[in-house]
């Protein structure tokens, strides 16, 4: 393929950067490397696929190459390119972008010893145990009677069950009782997570009390930066777990830094020296613990909010971390206070059907701190509508920011009311 973009651009270094599967939060990814002067690559993973309507912008790359399982195959088809970096677009590049770094030597590569412990969730918690990270109770299991016992036995009810390796809440239950147990086992063994990939097991975990967080980092050459932290807000219903909105975590309020240092200590136990990671942490009092951890940007990601409230964003950041990791490193060194104040809000669908006209987004555009709103689902008539049971079926997220944060708290009621309120009533 040759690029619409690349005949109009001359300024380019003659090193490549090489994208695996860049969807979802990727998408933003081969934009910035090309602002860069940095050609870009993409490989697509065959055999898993992230859903959801951000489709890889394969007129920013030179080439797309499919990846049938063949990775001798694959590296003669990029020998024709000097390759400076390789990473993960999205959660399904991450384990191919491990091997195929690993096998073209780049100095950017994570290894693949713990490339497993960096998708599969089980894996993942007992490589914090073994260096002594602070983790859940956590337990791979093929049926709902093996998790019903172990929940008696030793990890107690509640009990969490979800797939080993997924992402957006797929399919995670919070069981109170072993019918529960059952039913959310059921919906998983045998089984396609929302990669595409049949689940050959199950996860259950320890359930976690207190306040949940996201924090969002990028690491140059075994050094971790945090960039951001977001308390999370969720709701249950049937014991699904939802998120409603998410606040931004100031660096001066001290949950910032216990957060920031266990991440850290994730980070190490996981080997992710180079690129981005989004972890989710249960923190109860001030003592953390890891949900889960991904070797990729957060998806949901909204560029322009958080380099208008931070000053930088996981995009440009992973970019400068690859491109030049020492003044990486020693911009980011201080972190300084939020200017104003940020919160983004999950719009939920309360039924599926169709649009018989589009969603009234000018009645949120017009709150007053309305910053932007990215839609995963469309709002136009006649395009169809997903009752919202998961992160991947929201209909879309509104980034709020204003100096007030009781202007957000004012606005978040708001976009609830309005929902409450005719919002959804094209569907049918």
């Known amino acids: ?15 490549v950067i090489c994208l695996v599967d860049g969807t979802s939060s990727g998408i933003y990814l081969a934009p910035a490397f090309l602002a860069a002067g940095y050609r870009c690559v993409h490989i697509t993973n065959t055999f898993e696929s992230f859903p959801g309507p951000s489709s890889v ?26 390759i400076a ?22 100095r950017s590569s994570n290894g693949i010893e713990l490339s497993l412990a960096r998708r599969d969730k089980f894996v993942m918690q007992e490589a914090l145990r073994r260096a002594g990270v602070p983790s859940p109770q956590t337990k791979t299991v093929l049926s709902g009677e093996e998790v019903i016992a172990w929940a008696t ?10 797939p080993p390796r997924s992402a957006g809440t797929d399919r995670v239950r919070i069981c109170k009782n072993e019918e529960e147990v059952r039913g959310a086992c059921d919906a998983i063994i045998g089984k396609k997570n929302m990669l595409g990939v049949t689940n050959t097991g199950i996860l ?44 931004l975590v100031c660096p001066s309020e001290h949950d910032y830094a216990v957060l920031a240092s266990y991440t850290v200590q994730v980070l190490q136990a996981l080997d992710i020296r180079h690129g981005p990671a989004h972890a989710e942490v249960m923190m109860k009092g ?18 322009a909010a958080l380099l208008r409230v931070t000053g930088s964003n996981q995009i440009i950041d992973s970019v400068a971390s690859y491109i030049s990791p020492h003044r990486f490193l020693a911009r980011t060194k201080l972190l300084e206070p ?24 000018e009645r949120i555009e017009g709150l007053a701190s309305f910053h932007s709103l990215r839609l995963r689902q469309k709002a136009t008539a006649g395009s169809p509508i997903t009752q919202t049971t998961d992160l991947l079926t929201t209909v879309g997220s509104v980034y709020l920011v204003h100096d007030d944060a009781m202007q957000l708290d004012r606005d978040y009621a708001a976009i609830r009311d309005i929902e409450g309120n005719g919002f959804y009533a094209n569907i049918l």
């Open 204 to 247: 259950a975990q320890q359930f976690l009390e207190g306040n949940e967080f996201m924090v969002n980092s990028v690491s140059a050459q075994g050094e971790h930066r945090i960039l951001e932290i977001w308390r999370s807000h969720k709701y249950m219903t049937g014991g699904i777990p939802l998120y409603d909105h998410l606040d």
């Open 338 to 361: 939020l200017n104003e104040h940020c919160k983004i809000v999950l719009l939920l669908s309360p039924l599926s059907g169709v649009l018989a006209g589009p969603l009234p987004l």
């Open 57 to 82: 912008p394969l007129d920013y790359f030179e080439e797309d190459i499919q990846f049938d399982g063949d990775l001798h195959e694959l590296q003669k088809r990029l020998a024709k390119y000097r």
């Open 153 to 162: 036995a030793s990890a107690g009810w509640p009990i969490v069950v979800k």
């Open 85 to 106: 970096h390789l990473m993960a677009g999205s959660e399904t590049g991450v384990e191919l972008a491990d091997q195929l770094s690993t096998a073209l030597g780049l």
């Open 286 to 303: 001030d003592k953390p613990m890891l949900i889960e951890c991904a070797a990729r940007l957060q998806g949901n990601i909204n560029p």
């Open 1 to 15: 393929m040759t690029s619409i973009y690349m005949s109009k651009i001359s300024t380019f270094t003659s090193e």
